[in-house]
């Protein structure tokens, strides 16, 4: 279909970008740079949704089909030595993903109406973050994913250390520094993958169709350390207890919309990273570390779960929660483990999909909070209540988010844990047993928080509170439906999924 | 025949009122807000059209098998949604859409002037949808998602009233503590997927229901014994432990009291016909599996039988109306697990049926009271049957059926039960079947107590003054606080001296339900002879044919009973002893200063305060030692050994960095390269040495 479109996925990536270039040079005005960042996000968001729809699903699961599709390529850095090419394209495991940065991009946008400080530098760095997480997703050669992976840092460092609240500097600070401490993990990985004997290549897909590629050539170092190289960084990325504390104070501290991207996208990258490298790379391995895959996974759940029952900031308690939701990412990538006969694929697909509809849930619970704080001053949660009757509005998106994310049928998370769940369950029943009571604290903690913020008699000193405006439903809007959508009708992202991993379950069947 | 479009027509008219007015008459019409109620009445009359449609195909024994629909596959998952429709099904149908349109048109009486109005229906609409949702499920998977959506519905109805602080809060308890009961069913459902690949060989779905049955049909009688042996008796106690969530077993039953912080209407349909229903539709949905168990049978039956007592006993020291019928509606649930627990499926069903009608009507009973006395509380009623004499007479025929007075609905049900787990099941030790019989009938002397107490109290003896009596004793002005909010506080002119019988938009629906209190016991299960063409036994006939037809091996049941006079007669020489000690204490005289219960003293305290349960699980299990103690340390863990942990790294780099790290940067490059060179050499000889 569109599949022989050149350009198309590098106009999608780079168009933020450029964006931002433009508001740089050419905007002028507070009100026109909003204006601008709108219509770019929009033209963005209809791009990403062309490769989405773009990506041609019988050709992807045709006998030697096309299994990445809307490939720009062309040598960057050439001759022998490092070969490494600019190379995007999409799978049935990317293309979802591409688009959840083109929607939650939007929403970004729209919620950075009333920045009123450094306007013409804020949306130039929230863009630029836009183009490096798309990029992460849809670079098929390392070289190029460890570019666009550090890319994304400076401008998430500048939007929390600049327009953030609180102890910005310090959040700033240790978002970076964590992140950049995976990414020494990652570049060694990376460069010893190159080294290898025998591979001599960034192309990931290379890497990851031939599976016997890396296992068959000869050792640099050993596959295990290899695996785990990836590992942490993307653990780090996900986050994975013990992992995981830059993420509440990052969270907390930055302003909503980059709270909208790292939650909804950037933590994708690490679940993302997981299932594009060290399972499609490394599948011997993933199988052979699957026990500690569920073991982190289970921990996330329970621990995260129960930290965020004690959270008194809303943004906190999202972020502990997303903690949480992350493990099941890390328990379905585990559910590879053991096999009874033919492996299936309903833990990876649910891990993929649980990357998806955490962005979009964790994505509105953000931009709802964000509108609290905006309008009440505060989120500090015994300070809030009653606020159902103020902003009914926001109550209902914010109802709706937390209900998705306390897994209720008919909204995405159900659809994402459940698979998670039955593919964890046919090799770790005991361990998914265990993580299945997260259930009953993500219930807690969400409805408690429900409870206390907009629920009980509506408090005089918020009397003058409004809902939101036309322009603040707009984020609430499209992230509901992507909700109900995906709830109501997963196909619409499973069936890709299933095309994107199919290949790797083979790798692992065929491995024994 | 009915079509299969009809069918889902039952579920989708309700489900798509639920999204016109959620997503038109609520945020732009809300001034007609009018319509969303009538248009709600309307899909739901039409549904019960088609529901008894429905019943009458079934009944006809036209085939109703579908086929489903694959509505998600993914990694060898197959989860596909479809129609079952079997005699359960078309019974619960009818249950469902009747129930929910009597009180939809009560409600529209009752919540006349709420500012919510609208929210209301769209919430009825939802819960109706969903659970006709549960009951025409195909697929476990299917029924669990409209199962958790019943359990929202009722989180939304039960906080209806968010501002209420205890409405809030009874919300959320609800939701909570079914989810507790659904972890249970949860891992029954990933048990089965885990078992998928037998399934498979056979050519089964390992989600789809009747599969299942098959599934579980033992090897020694020639069935495929796919589930067998523990693993069968964990899959169904996980499958109870989520019935018993929903209603209302013991331990899981802490919520339903406080769940009458809803609107009235609500509790009617929702807390006591339909969706704590659920639980016992749920157990008998998969009763075939169950009944190979004889562990999980015994542990339903007791379960069973000990909340229908216990529950009843705290139903007996209840001031607030509304209470003493939602521990009545825990145990009258108990009875019915207990039915299903001792093999008596027909029999627990068609007590479901009864109990949906009666206990609806008292309810609505309760809320019409509640309409002109502002409050629930029965010591601030009293001498209304002069005002409101349909109530009253109305009251006294759902309570009389309650109590299982011949001839009214409940003796019929009620009384097969209490046979049938005399008569014993071969399957289950023999004590088990005592004991049972012993609670059950322990139960039904208190169930004539409480009844009896509750009617004396309200409506019997001297007027004591409503909510304004109430408020005054409590210290606050007499004009409540948020009247008008809720629409059924009484307007300040009102009070004392104008008592009134409600309106007709608020009676007639009791009136149909009264009817059906009186005749649905005898109507539906004719005891001696085939009466006006309903043949003898019909309910239950019904019931067991239909679940039989679905096996391949015969189901281990008893088939129907026979009517006993000496069971009859000492079940309501047992209930009359009950009516009798209630008249002694209430009904002679009207209400003293003090309840003549508390000269019970620390009996009274002990049930007043419901065996301290809800302090033992809110006050030490969760507050305490869970989110005090445990959470408490686990967080402590994380501020300052995880987290601190990086900020201490940070702190050593910092402050001894420079102590050791800057007197590394000499800035002499001999140095430099002589560690570069040390460093060669030891990966070298690491390499020769590997």
Sequence with gaps: MLSGFPGLLTATVFLPAAGALAILLLVRGDRNIRVFAVLVAVADLALSLLVFIGFDRAAAVAVGGERFQLIDQFPWIPGDTLKATYFLGVDGLSAPLVALTGLLGLCAVFVSWHINVRVREYFVWLLLLQSAVMGVFASLDLLLFFLFWELELVPMYMLIAIWGTGRKEYSAMKFLIFTILGSAFMLVGIVAVFLTPGVGTFD??????????????????????????????????????????????????????ASVMLAGVLLKMGGYGILRINVGMFPDQTKEFAWALVALGVVSVLYGAVVTLRQTDLKRLIAYSSVSHMGLVMLGVGSVGISQGELTSAGLNGAALQLFTHGTITGLLFVAVGLVYEKAHTRFIPDLGGLAGRMPVVAVAFLIAGLASLGLPGLSGFVAELLVFLGAFQAYPIATGLAVLGIILAAGYILWMIERSFFGAPRDRFVDITDASLVEAIPLAVLVISIVGVGVYPSVLTDVFEIGLDPMVAMFNEGG | MVGELAVWGIFLLP??????????????????????????????????????????????????????????????????????VDPLTAIMLVVVTSVSLLVQIYSLGYMNGDPGFSRYYAYMALFTASMLGVVLASNVIQLYAFWELVGVSS?????????????????????????IGDVGFLIAILYLFFQADKFAAQGLNAFHIPDIWQAAQPVALGGLGILAGTGLTWFSLG????????????????????AMEGPTPVSALIHAATMVAAGVFLVARFYPVFQVSAQAMTVVALIGAFTALMAATMGLVMNDIKRVMAYSTISQLGYMMAALGMGLYGAAIFHLFTHAAFKALLFLGAGSVNHTTGTFNMRYMGGLRRQMPYTYWLVVIGGLSLVGIVPLAGFWSKDEILLGAWNGNVLLEPWVGRAVVAGLLAGVALTGFYTLRMIFMTFH??????????????????????????????????????????????????????????????????????????????????????????????????????????????????????????????????????????????????LTQKYYLDALYEGVAVRRIFYRAFAGSVDWLERNLVDGAVDLLGWVFRNFGPLVLSRLQTGQVQTYGAVVALGGLAIFLGFLLR
């Design chain 1, 204 to 257: 990931m897909t290379l890497l990851s169709t031939s599976g016997t590629m890396l296992a068959g050539a000869g050792v640099l170092l050993p596959m295990g350390v290899l695996f785990w190289l990836f590992l942490i960084a993307f653990a780090i990325k996900l986050p994975t207890w013990p992992l995981h504390t830059w993420l509440p104070d990052a969270h907390t501290d930055a302003p909503t919309a």
């Design chain 2, 15 to 84: 489900l798509a009122s639920f999204v016109i007015i959620a997503v038109v008459i609520r945020p732009f019409l809300n001034r007609f807000s009018l319509l969303s109620g009538l248009l709600l009445i309307g899909a739901l009359a039409v549904a019960l059209w088609l529901s008894i449609d429905t019943l009458a195909s079934v009944v006809r024994g036209h085939e109703m098998d579908f086929g489903s629909r694959t509505w998600l596959q993914a990694g060898g998952a197959t989860i596909e949604i479809g129609l079952l």
């Design chain 2, 155 to 179: 989180y939304l109805l039960i906080g209806f009233w968010h501002e209420r602080p205890a409405a809030a809060a009874a919300a959320k308890k609800a939701f909570i503590v079914t989810r």
């Design chain 2, 239 to 258: 499958i109870f432990a989520g019935a018993a969530g929903k209603s209302g077993q013991f331990p899981l039953h802490t919520w339903l009291p406080d």
């Design chain 2, 461 to 606: 003896g001297e007027y004591r003054g409503g909510i304004g009596q109430e408020m005054e004793d409590a210290g606050q002005p007499a004009v409540p606080a948020h009247a008008g909010q809720t629409g059924n506080a009484p307007r300040p002119d009102s009070g004392d001296t104008h008592l009134h019988e409600s309106p007709w938009v608020m009676v007639a629906p009791m009136l149909a339900l009264g009817i059906g209190a009186v005749l649905a016991g005898f109507l539906a299960n004719p005891q001696w002879f085939d009466l006006a063409g309903i043949p003898k036994h019909w309910i239950t006939e019904f019931l067991i044919h239909g679940m039989e037809s679905n096996l391949l091996v015969g189901v281990l049941h008893f088939g129907t009973l026979d009517f006993n006079p000496w069971m009859a007669l000492a079940s309501t020489a047992i209930a009359l002893a009950g009516v009798g000690v209630a008249y002694l204490l209430y009904g002679i005289r009207s209400l003293p200063g003090r309840d003549p219960l508390e000269r019970a003293g620390p009996v009274h305290r002990l």
